[in-house]
C-alpha cells in the first residue's frame, strides 16, 4: 500500500529552527509537496521537489531524498504566524497526491 | 474574486436530507478536485477532473456524486449520508492534471456535520 509518515505533532521556541520529516512509500514518484494549513483555513502550497537536494525559499527549506523515501521541511527564525499544520504529500504514478496525516506546529514565546 | 470559493462554509444535515457543496475557481485552471478531510486524518481525494471529464473513480460510495458542468464550477451531491461523512470538504484546482509541478489551490471548504 502508500503510506506517508509525519510526526503528528511539534513544539518549538519562537526564534528557533525546526525541521519536519515526513518518509514514503508510493507507487510510483512524480514529485513530493509541502502545504501549510492554518486551522480551520485552507491548505496552500508552500514547496515542491522531484530532484535530490534542498530547495531554499526565504526562511522555508525543503529537502528530499529519493533512494531514502525522505523529505524534511525546515523552517527558520520561528514565528508565531508558522504556527499551523504542515502537509507532505507526494504525487503517485497516477498523478494523484498522497497526502500525510499532517504535522501540527506549535510555536512558544 | 479570487482564488477557489466553496459555499456553503458550513452545513448540517439530517442522514435523509439532499444537498449540494459549490465549488468555483476563478484561476483558468483545466483541473479541479474534490477532497474530504477529517480530523487526524490524511486528506482523501474523492474525484479529480481534467477538462470538465472525470479521471478516477476513487472507491467513493455513491451517496456522494459529483458534477462538473464547465471548467470553473465543480459541485458535490450530497444524500443519504452517514454520520461518519461528517468532515471538512475541500475543494481544489490546478493548472493542468497529469503535470506534477502545478500546485493545488484550494477552497476554504465547506464543514458539513451530518446528525
Known amino acids: 500500500g502508500q503510506n506517508i509518515d509525519q510526526p503528528t505533532e511539534m513544539t518549538a521556541t519562537e526564534g528557533a529552527i525546526v525541521q519536519i520529516n515526513c518518509t514514503y512509500q508510493?507507487?510510483?514518484?512524480?514529485?513530493l509537496f509541502w502545504y501549510q494549513q492554518h486551522a480551520g483555513e485552507a491548505p496552500t502550497f508552500l514547496s515542491y521537489?522531484?530532484l535530490d537536494g534542498l530547495e531554499e525559499k526565504g526562511r522555508f527549506s525543503s529537502f528530499l531524498s529519493r533512494s531514502k523515501g525522505y523529505s524534511y521541511l525546515l523552517l527558520k527564525e520561528l514565528q508565531m504566524k508558522d504556527s499551523a499544520s504542515y502537509l507532505c504529500a507526494v504525487c503517485d504514478s497516477n498523478y494523484q497526491l498522497i497526502w500525510g496525516a499532517g504535522t501540527k506546529l506549535i510555536i512558544k514565546p | 474574486e479570487t482564488g477557489v470559493t466553496q459555499t456553503p462554509r458550513h452545513l448540517v444535515m439530517g442522514m435523509t436530507n439532499k444537498k449540494s457543496l459549490k465549488c468555483e475557481q476563478h484561476?483558468?485552471?483545466?483541473?479541479m478536485y474534490w477532497y474530504k478531510q477529517s480530523a487526524k486524518k490524511p486528506l482523501e481525494l474523492m474525484f479529480v477532473y481534467s477538462l470538465e471529464e472525470r479521471v478516477e473513480n476513487n472507491s467513493v460510495p455513491s451517496r456522494f456524486s459529483p458534477e462538473c458542468p464547465n471548467s470553473s464550477h465543480l459541485f458535490l451531491h450530497l444524500h443519504t449520508l452517514q454520520p461518519e461523512d461528517s468532515a471538512l470538504y475541500l475543494c481544489a484546482s490546478s493548472q493542468d492534471f497529469g503535470d506534477p509541478s502545478y500546485e493545488q489551490y484550494f477552497g476554504p471548504g465547506t464543514r458539513l456535520t451530518v446528525t
Open positions: 484561476l483558468g485552471h483545466n483541473a
Open positions: 508510493t507507487s510510483g514518484f512524480n514529485g
Open positions: 521537489n522531484v
